[in-house]
């Protein structure tokens, strides 16, 4: 199993701006996990947290949530990374009431980051081994279904903005409704 999928985040249903930095996920899979790649040309970058689980959706973000197991489990997990590499982890059935993941845990995803003057990008892994820890019964093989959106962020960055792939029918930015997540076909 090794696959290759590209999404693109350019749905900005908040946007009073025009301000949308053009940003893409490639979402690669084989026996050990997921792979994810973020690409934005975002310029003006605010980075300011530097720890795990911390504001980084207040900085330049980039942001995958997705649900394992979505006909049995309707919990999703919010992979949240920003420029330097802090991510925010955790997971619940909505924005209330979720549970983060140790940097121990986290620090198993191999979170990569480059900055130039192109923009910022970021790669990390989620092993298969946690997706069947968090979710007793998942099988990870092809034509397996799982649900996820993709978003690019910035709360506080020069220029706030809030982009996401599957276009989401809110009257205020908010990442955390699953019922907008698309199906994803391994």
Not at 116 to 143: L, M, R, S
Not at 144 to 170: L, M, Q, V
């Amino acid at each position: 199993m090794n696959n290759k999928k590209i999404f693109k985040i350019d749905n900005f249903p908040w946007d009073d701006t025009g301000y949308r930095p053009k940003t893409t996920v490639e979402m690669s899979y084989d026996d050990k996990g997921f792979y994810l790649h973020f690409n934005s040309d975002e310029k003006e970058i605010r980075a300011t947290q530097t720890q795990h689980n911390t504001d980084v959706h207040l900085d330049s973000c980039v942001e995958a949530f997705i649900q394992f197991l979505p006909d049995k489990d309707s919990s999703y997990i919010n992979f949240e990374i920003n420029p330097n590499g802090a991510m925010r982890c955790a997971r619940g059935e909505n924005r209330y009431d979720r549970v983060e993941y140790p940097e121990s845990v986290i620090d198993n995803f191999n979170i990569k980051t480059q900055v130039d003057k192109n923009g910022w990008k970021v790669w990390f892994n989620i092993p298969v081994d946690f997706i069947k820890k968090e979710y007793p019964g998942y099988v990870h093989e092809k034509g397996k279904r799982i649900r996820a959106n993709f978003y690019k962020c910035g709360d506080e960055t020069k220029t706030p903005h809030w982009g996401c792939w599957s276009n989401i029918a809110s009257e205020h930015p908010d990442f955390h409704l699953s019922v907008f997540f698309k199906d994803i076909l391994l």
